[in-house]
């Protein structure tokens, strides 16, 4: 089930009404959430409720293993873990990795002059897989690092896990940030429901009004075109994509967050005007969060982080964005992605040992200059992470670089004003609120100010109609 | 120790400091009256409540009928043509058989019949529209708002199935929510002017049909009556009809599959006729010059051995009003199907009233 599709408004009204029956006891309140979440994931595809259930119930009894040998050697513990790790991995290698995989050995056979053909991969992909396997695993990760104890209520463990606002796209939470809330009756106040319902209207904006209907017509233009494209259609696509894929994926993690709000329940925040970022430790620390310190405290940090020698430390940056980039897709224009920004992180923190400067630069305008630039080259990564091959990202490139000369115009001029537009909104809003979160500009603002625009935007989102399309990062 | 990082602690969100009470009654006066304003504007453009959205879920509703057994034995797929210019009431008072509407706007027939003739065990009566320019055309291409239908009524999942059902109760009540008249399709169609040979989103079609239970389309009334909207249309198909027409090998191709699509439903038992609607003007004789009769219309029935319906040979299919060239008036759409169902129940014994044989026999 989408956020943005009359089932969910139903289903959250249902679901809202149930939570607030003065009547039942907090068991059952937590029950109807579980009951809930797996209704809210099997409505797009019921029989793949049986991987997620699969993987709930594997980390529920190795982590208890896990605990229950923690006296014992390193080994036996690790025997554990591996079993946790070969399930989770297992099912995303099969379900999404399996036809890439097959596919590459496909092509290094031939590189040796050996004929195999890949056997027909018809899976299906179980939507939010990456995302409910990276929680059970910090689960179980956390109670082998001795970082947690084993959850004491199963109930309270299989709705941390599949709490339906963050089950299919995030935010990745932690069992330290939602298991607590589980543990005592939780039910919004009047302002935190009307808060809630702000975020799900700002979200739906964003994804709906915004990305939707405002950037993806030009993106899906210029990266479904099948010649090269010149420099200022290339760069608007581009911009397009950069516009989009923020509003997208903010979008959904906003309406998360409200959804959780309403029932009293406190997820966080996912991004943080990322494109106002002044270089890629900065952009990483505003940027899909939950991933980027997922990735840091489960792959960076035990592989050494920045504790051994210098080359180590670029090493483990390195792997640790690869990784990061495959696991958004089983394409190399993914790894592609991830190593252009472990390039990026890379040079950033060479460049900052030799100059000695750790924070942002002196002075607005070099702080600005920086943060053009850091949007400039991240958008050369978006035209990698948009492609489906790396033929269509060379065309976009050559176009973006001045180097695809005679090529025809693709876009029509209502897509360029479109995101010449909004992305300079976007970009202008995110500089401005740099520093800021949304709470704060709402508390400073008149009341009546925040209303007009709260109705403004809820108001675009039922006029422009949203016909109910999947959020981008449901594909991961 | 103090945790290191915010992920090591429980989630607590700030809440501004404002009057939410306030904000709430403010937000819903002005989107209640925002909705009504356009509600109004909308219907003063000739939107109407009860006018049904079409796309892949009405699609789907309608091709699951076909595995599910709950037709009448008669299936009509296509393009817009044979959607707007049959009346689905009037092929059931003539047959005591409703047919079931699968022919999409933009698209052709050609897919769908090989879909119900390699995955579907119907073994009723197929009518596929011909629009000749629509069917002999290379792959690809196509309406949007059905690119990939033949995976997507299998694959539909209980939510957007619950979500079409909602979708109709509130298009009963609503005129406003058609997706040609979204914000985004009105901006979208703003006449700006192009690099290039850049068509953009004001060259394509916009709101032709109204749509009913069944898939019940018909011609909208605006279109009868706004000359812009029509002088449009028209616009929209002389361009896309400027094109070249098909080379000899697409149209090989295009009859081989159809042929062996019409040979595997009648192995079965089954039938498929062939139907040209009309066109008029100067599009007809740009179809006629870029797809001429002989070597498309007629290759095609001689090859397959099928029976076809052209317009052009029956008196009573002549002479009929299209305001765009393309699509019949509501009026002349109930004509236009009496007089081919008249021609159907002729040839097919189990077409005529109280006949208890399949719809193909």
Redesign the interface.
Known sequence: MVFNSLTFLVFFAVLLVLHHLPFLSWRAKKVNLLIASYVFYAAWNPPFILLLWASTIVDWFIARGIYAHRDSSRAVRRSWLVISVAVNIGFIAFFKYGEFLLQNWQALMQAFGITWVAPEWDIVLPVGISFYTFVTLSYTLDVYLGRSKPIASFLDYALFVTFFPHLVAGPIVRPTQLVPQFETPKQANRDQMLWGLGLIILGLFEKVVVADGGLSSASDTVFGAKAPVGFADAWLGTLAFSGQIFCDFAGYSTIAVGTALCLGFALPDNFRMPYAAIGFSDFWRRWHMSLSTWLRDYLYIPLGGNRGTEARTYRNLMITMLLGGLWHGANWTFVAWGGLHGLYLAAERWVRERSGVAGDPAGPWNRLALALLTYFLVNITWVFFRASDFGGASRVLAGMFGLAAGAEPVLPTIYMIKVAVIVTGILVVQWLMRNRTVEELVSRAPWWLTGAVAAVMLFAVIVAQGSGEAFIYFQF | MAPL????????????????????W??LA??VL??AA?EWKMRSLGLLAGDLED?KSAWAVERRKLESGEHDGVVLIGGSRILFDTDLDAWAEMTGKRPVQLAMPGMNGQPVLKDIAENSAFAGLVVMDVAPTQLFRPPGGGNPAFAGVLDYWR?E????R??HR??IL?SEAFA????NY???AL??Q?D???????????MFPWKLSEAGADRQHRLWREIETNERLREHAISVWMRMQGRPGPPEPVVAAICADIAASVAKIRARGGDVVFLRPPSAGAYRARENAMTPRATTWDRMLREAGAFGIHFEDYPAMRGLELPELSHLTREDATRFTRAYVGVLRERYVGLRPGAMLHPGA
Do not use: C, K, M
Not at chain 2, 176 to 179: A, K, M, N, T, V
Not at chain 2, 192 to 202: A, D, M, T
């Open positions: 990082h915010e992920q090591d602690v429980v989630t607590v969100r700030e809440i501004p400091d404002t009057r939410f009470a306030a904000i709430g403010l937000v002005l989107v925002g909705v356009w796309g694959d999942g209980p939510a957007r619950a979500s909602l979708e509130l406003f929510l058609d997706q979204s914000t985004t901006i979208d703003l700006l002017p192009n690099r290039g040979r850049i068509g953009g989103p004001y």
